[in-house]
């Protein structure tokens, strides 16, 4: 009788755990959507949730490990999008990019807004690796540039329109696959 209630209340401090880390994941989710994240702190995450710094402290080491983690878990979920659709090109991946963003608007937007989120780069991490694109630049430091300059300007073009859909998502698909596409050519010059 003794371990069914030690189990029992296994179960009220586990769902209890997970409720609390999800009003800290919410919590950073508002505050992401307010301020930039180098201006959030443990202590308005810790308010906003309802909860105590030690609590916030008892699932994340700090602010970096929980942004981290949230990417973490938005990339896995893409890539299992990615590997169950299998697009063949640029403009087939924009789609599911799109589509994928849309599904995950509030995270997506909050990560896009953010200069210290990894979370596109590691989407173009995954369409590179997949082979979908390729940089007709020659050396290696033009093709960083070449992917600098995408990433940074996708993150631009994404989060504005995530933010203000200012376009239909089949347009903005064919729009953005265009960019890439113009940015990856190499130009010659003279």
Known sequence: MRKIVVKNMTNKIDRRAVRTKQ?????????????????ITVAEIAEVADINRRTFYLHYEDIFALLDELENELIDEFEEVFETKKPDNLHEFQVELLDFLTKNHQLSQALLASNESEFLGKIMHIVIDAGIVHSEYATEVERQYCWNYIEHG?????????????????????????????????????
């Open 23 to 39: 009003n800290i994941v919410n919590a950073f989710i508002q505050l992401l959507e307010e301020k930039p994240f180098n201006k």
């Open 154 to 190: 996708m993150r631009s073009v994404l989060l504005d329109w995530i933010t203000n859909d200012s376009l239909p998502q089949a347009q903005m698909a064919d729009f953005t696959t265009k960019l890439v596409q113009s940015s990856l050519q190499r130009v010659k010059v003279g």
